[in-house]
Nanobody
């Protein structure tokens, strides 16, 4: 499985961005898909997950501001980010695994290359 992210950029606080992640390859093995992020000097953290049944899970920091969605026809997962804050600045990674537990525990088999999001105050 190959994952390619896009949509990162620089915005001012309060702005919005939509990240996209296109999956290719052995996509039949994909179950849930998710977004992680890693800020400078910090550990990578889970932001949001969406299952094949479209159930979603969000980190507390993302609840109410971010929305994860999935377009099965395009093999794409999105992360709509609103009301962005400077502390949202990070490299955002798309990830997936056949095992849901691996995805949410930080051990997914497949990662994208990451896309930078920078939020200025």
């Amino acid at each position: 499985v190959q994952l390619v992210e896009s949509g990162g950029g620089s915005v001012q606080a309060g702005g919005s961005l939509r990240l996209s992640c296109v999956a290719s390859g052995s996509i039949f093995s994909i179950n849930a898909m998710g977004w992680y992020r890693q800020a400078p000097g910090k550990q990578r953290e889970l932001v949001a997950v969406i299952t094949r049944g479209d159930s979603t899970v969000y980190a507390d920091s993302a609840k109410g501001r971010f929305t994860i969605s999935r377009d099965y026809t395009k093999n794409t997962v999105y992360l709509q980010m609103n009301s962005l804050k400077p502390e949202d600045t990070a490299v955002y990674y798309c990830a997936t695994d056949a095992a849901y537990s691996s995805l949410v525990s930080g051990r997914p088999h497949y990662w994208g290359q990451g896309t930078q999001v920078t939020v200025s105050s």
